[in-house]
């Protein structure tokens, strides 16, 4: 069963005054929703080859498409790639990045700062307390070099499998498994919070079984704050429907921690056969979007925010892929297809949060004591007075925001 | 790979002196193995109706089997069936029964303190404080009443599952999804362990997956004492191999704490069908044991007590069951027909525990220091000296033990 979403909206009172403090009745405002609260994510990887002026897959016309639905961008930390050669780390150009995001309006977050994938070869072989020092240092370096822009962060990725992960050899297993899996995620926690106090981090995990409830009662029992946990849903086997969806979030749900859906793939094409266990071994030369698998996935993607948007829990929904092209596992799970152009699932979603959940430019008039109810979803807003813009806000609490008639 | 059993031995120097202290060469001492110091265990349900002079499975034939195999039983205290009217303990008779196989060199193993299934219908409905405050009584009831007799104790069952249990009503679901896992093993530990500081309580479950992992390092990392883990193997589905069973062992070796096999069977019938989940929803008119079967079961248990003796973490194997005749599910799990006669399974079983890993009444002579040393499985001991008997104990270290000459 879902639920509505009241728990998303909030009034703002707004009461006009003249010069001298008096209500203006009957007068003219135009009120309009600038940006969710809810965080709609999705992935920025596209453009940091358009944010610095370099060859990529990002365009302007794409950059668009992606700024008219999404207010938060998941940026790409992976060590072994931003920091390829040992002291050398990618950090202008993240730096760069997150910046041209700022610039549209679209708030950041760093994905991951410890996770035992996409490792630098330079960390193997070195001793156990070495690595661990660097990791620490890692941590530190990032948290602390992008606060301001990026606060909040993927401390620690996947640590159910973390110690005993056997896909690839890497510096971080052996560590996990010898520290053990809550040490690893204290010492990310520890580290990422000293760095920047006012940092939103949160654990992640594709693994949602009894495990990563495990893993997080011991987390929360050792006292290890957590700001939200991060649930992984790449769903290239398929859509998983509403209610088992659902009946994960609850199961999540019940340690009164905000829930952030951190990857969320649907395909449009072919889905992947249900017997394959890691999504990276299913490699196939050509995966194309389809015109059925496009349909379905517009009704995918319309239920699965629909749900989750409902679920009082949730408050952000990352999608993983704004556009076919270089898209991972070379899957059809974009929004926009590889020539650019919008598929139904994007029509569908920016539907839902520009349209459906939003509020566009309304022209009310005061009544007699001078105010105006505004009703929407949680966000930022702006109020247009005789020409003169004021930003409000609309919260969890009802709110009065008073708004000078310069006459 | 399989270890040696080179760790499960030790050797004690008997020194044979006379009644001035000197040390007596040449004298021919027969030294003969009582008891193994590994806990070779299986279930003792069957045997509570012959302890308490009432009708039931077991009797004197098939208890002389028991006890020339096994040295630990585990007899049942799940509270639906202990407890069925409220405050009219099964007490007595599961005293009567724990003394029964005392008296016939058998130690005890209580199974479990806590468990959502089998539980009192009385306890339904009643409101979280209750039921807790019940748990706990109950708690300190059982592992005060049969201090001194059953020293060891599953202290709480299945904890993974426990919270989300939906394949029957009970009042430990809602508590542990109340206060969590770790707070209900938190619970069981300490009323046991308050009890009766000298238990050695365990914490079981049949979930072996990271699940677990990440439940046993939560509890750890919460300052929990565990006395050793507890692993279950029913194998209705068929025996996992050395190889699998021995990566299992490993994972949950690596604690450093002592592993128990809690519950062990492995049938001599045809096989369950794999894609059954839970092991009771599997309910057949008759599940007859096979000759093949029982070749079969007989290669398993030898190459699941061989590779598990073998391995250092292992303190305990307990078998689930004696005879077909009223076996869990039906299955022809029982290493004894229902008929009485043993399968060749329990052969095996009887020729490791009793012959290769045993030393029988050997006949040795002292050399010019009056001694003889003896290597053996670590357990209890006697030496015959002219008729005399001594009890000596073989364990990890070398040990010296003087044997008066009584000339």
Redesign the interface.
Known sequence: MTHGTDHRTGTTTLTVVDGDGAPVPGADVTVEQIRHAFSFGNIGFDFIGLANGEPGVGDDHLADLYADVFNVATLPFYWGRFEPERGHPDTDRLLTTAQWFRDRGIALKGHPLVWHTVQPDWLLGLPLDEVEALQRARIRREVSEFAGVIDTWDAINEV??M??FDNGDNAITPLA?AR????MIRMAFEEARAANPHATLLLNDF?L???????I??????GVQLDAIGLQTHMHQGYWGVDTMLAMVD?FA?YGLPLHLTETSLVSGDLMPAHIVDLNDHQVPSWPSTPEGEARQADDVERHYRSLVAHPSVEAITYWGITDADAWLGAPIGLVRADGTPKPAYDALRRLVKEEWWLAPTTMRTDERGQVQVRGFRGEYRVDVRGAATAFTIGDADTDVRVIWRG
Chains 1, 2 share one sequence.
Do not use: F, H, M
């Open positions: 159910v499998i110690p005993v498994r053990g899996r809550i040490p693994d079984s009894s495990a990563y409830e495990c893993l009662e011991g987390v929360l029992e050792a199961r019940r």
